[in-house]
């Protein structure tokens, strides 16, 4: 009697099972696809936190440059990728290239004055050649007089300038791009720290308001406007 009470219930559980073995598997596929919504929903979110957070600190970093003596181009804001150590006062390379229409010879600044100008554009890149490079050869002005950018002078900070005469020039004067070379012009430089007259040559030396040694965010002014 105890053998039939005990097969009755094995086959009473086997008949359970399979009346249950639907539902239950369906059950158990709603619960796994819900999950993976979830999951993927969590990850989705996380991206768009994450992209948000990026927009907002690059805004942030829009907002330290005074753009406002730059209205007549179309600028793009950039990052630095690379800053070789060989090659550290000469060259970095920027995250901004021919898919963002950037041009050779377009200025590269920070959000005190010219860094450089784009010297190879690369498809997603772009190499920018620094204007401590000793052979950039930037023109510039100072009032109405112009000159050469010679040399940086890596002891001062300061910037080396052939001028052809100094037209009452004063320690502290503002020094901007001329446009007399490849350089866009009237692109703020740096400051006159000093100036010295040898012979017939005048040589006046100068600073920027920014760190060369340390660079972070910086904008290309592309082309301009037509306006």
């Given at each position: 009697m105890k053998?039939i009470?005990k ?6 559980i086997?008949?359970l099972?399979?009346i ?8 158990f596929?709603?619960?796994?696809s ?5 999951t993927l929903?969590d990850?989705?979110?996380e991206i768009?936190k994450?992209e948000?957070?990026?927009l ?9 440059f ?6 007549n181009?179309?600028?793009l804001?950039c990052k ?14 920027i ?13 590269v600044?920070s959000?005190n ?6 010297d190879?554009?690369?498809k997603?890149t772009?190499?920018v050649k ?11 002005k100072?009032?109405?007089?112009y000159?050469?950018?010679k ?6 900070n300061?910037f080396?300038v052939?001028m052809t005469?100094n ?7 503002k ?7 490849i350089?866009?012009?009237?692109i703020?430089v740096g400051?006159v720290?000093?100036?010295?007259k040898?012979?017939i ?9 920014y ?12 082309e301009?406007?037509n306006v």
């Amino acid at each position: 009697m105890k053998k039939i009470f005990k097969y009755s219930y094995y086959i009473l559980i086997l008949f359970l099972l399979f009346i249950f073995k639907s539902p239950i598997n369906y059950a158990f596929k709603n619960i796994n696809s819900i999950f993976k919504k979830n999951t993927l929903s969590d990850a989705n979110l996380e991206i768009l936190k994450a992209e948000n957070k990026y927009l907002k600190k690059e805004i942030k970093n829009l907002k330290k440059f005074n753009l406002d003596d730059y209205n007549n181009y179309d600028y793009l804001n950039c990052k630095i990728l690379e800053r070789n150590v060989y090659d550290f006062y000469n060259y970095l390379i920027i995250d901004k290239g021919k898919d963002k229409n950037i041009k050779k010879n377009a200025a590269v600044i920070s959000e005190n004055g010219i860094v450089g100008i784009v010297d190879k554009v690369y498809k997603k890149t772009a190499k920018v050649k620094l204007i401590s490079s000793n052979n950039l050869n930037m023109s510039i002005k100072v009032n109405n007089s112009y000159g050469v950018v010679k040399k940086f002078i890596k002891d001062t900070n300061e910037f080396e300038v052939s001028m052809t005469d100094n037209n009452n020039i004063k320690v502290g004067d503002k020094i901007y791009t001329s446009g007399l070379g490849i350089t866009q012009s009237d692109i703020y430089v740096g400051y006159v720290t000093k100036l010295i007259k040898e012979n017939i040559e005048y040589k006046l030396y100068f600073k920027t308001s920014y760190n060369i040694k340390n660079l972070n965010n910086l904008v290309v002014l592309k082309e301009l406007r037509n306006v």
